[in-house]
C-alpha cells in the first residue's frame, strides 16, 4: 500500500518546530485567516499549491518540505541505522548527519528571528496603541 504525504500534519509540525501559533499564522497570512481555518488546513491531507506557496513565504520553509517531509520514512531511516549488533547498538550511523543538522540549526535560526520580529511587532502595537489613546 502506498503511503502518502499529509501536507497538513507537516504544516502542523513545522509551525509547532518554529513556536509559531495557529493565530500568528493566520495573522500572517492575511485578513481572510483566522486560527479555526489553519487548525482546518493543519487536517488537509493536500494543500493547494499556491497556498502552499504562501505559507512557505510565511514560515520561510521551502514548499518541498511540506509536500515531501515523511515521518515515517525518517523513523525508518534511524530504526535500520541502528540495527542490533550481537554486542549491542551500532555507533556508527550509517546516513550523513551533516544536512540534519544545518536544516535544524536553520530553524533554530528561523525561530530566533521568528521571536525578533514578534517582540518588534508587540512594540509596533503598544506604540500604535499609545497614539491612539494620545498618551
Known sequence: ????????????????????????????????????????????????????????SALKIPVEAFQNF?????????????NDQSNGFNYYPTFNVNPIEKWLESLEEIKRLNSELLKSKDEQIKTLEKLLNGK
Open 70 to 82: 515523511d515521518e515515517e520514512q525518517v523513523v525508518n531511516i534511524i530504526s535500520n541505522t541502528f
Open 1 to 56: 500500500m502506498e503511503h502518502k504525504i499529509h501536507q497538513g500534519r507537516n504544516l502542523k509540525r513545522f509551525r509547532e518546530m518554529l513556536g509559531i501559533k495557529q493565530e500568528s499564522l493566520a495573522f500572517d497570512l492575511g485578513e481572510e485567516w483566522n486560527q479555526k481555518k489553519i487548525s482546518m488546513l493543519e487536517q488537509k491531507d493536500v494543500i493547494e499549491d499556491s497556498l502552499l506557496k504562501q505559507i512557505s
